[in-house]
């Protein structure tokens, strides 16, 4: 099993910042990408930023410039600066993990979900 938690959400104010974090655990071996992905209300979940173990990221377009994504060991960090209203989402964060309990194969897993909400 491989557990991922997630914290750092909350309410703050347009421009403000917030910082992510998703420690996973458990059965975990090898892992190639981490990202954080987003859902707002009546909107399909969206890939916010990704990075893989070489350290190469990307970013959504709406969040280029302001959103920074790092990882350390079997964690991943989401830097949130200039937040606008409408980065109110559920955040969610994402790996892929490959272990002999799947032999090998890269399996998906997903955190529960921190709730950012941008407002003044």
């Known amino acids: 099993q491989v557990q991922l938690v997630e914290s750092g959400g909350g309410l703050v104010q347009p421009g403000g910042s917030l910082r992510l974090s998703c420690a996973a655990s458990g059965n975990i071996f090898i892992i190639n990408t981490m990202g954080w992905y987003r859902q707002a209300p009546g909107k399909e979940r969206e890939l916010v930023a990704g990075?893989?173990?070489?350290?190469a990221t990307n970013y959504a377009d709406s969040v280029k410039g302001r959103f920074t994504i790092s990882r350390a060991r079997n964690s991943v960090y989401l830097q949130m600066n200039s937040l606008k209203p409408e980065d109110t989402a559920v955040y969610y964060c994402n790996i892929d993990n490959r272990s002999p309990a799947t032999a090998w194969i890269p399996r998906v897993y997903w955190g529960q979900g921190t709730q950012v909400t941008v407002s003044s």
């Open positions: 990075i893989t173990g070489g350290g």
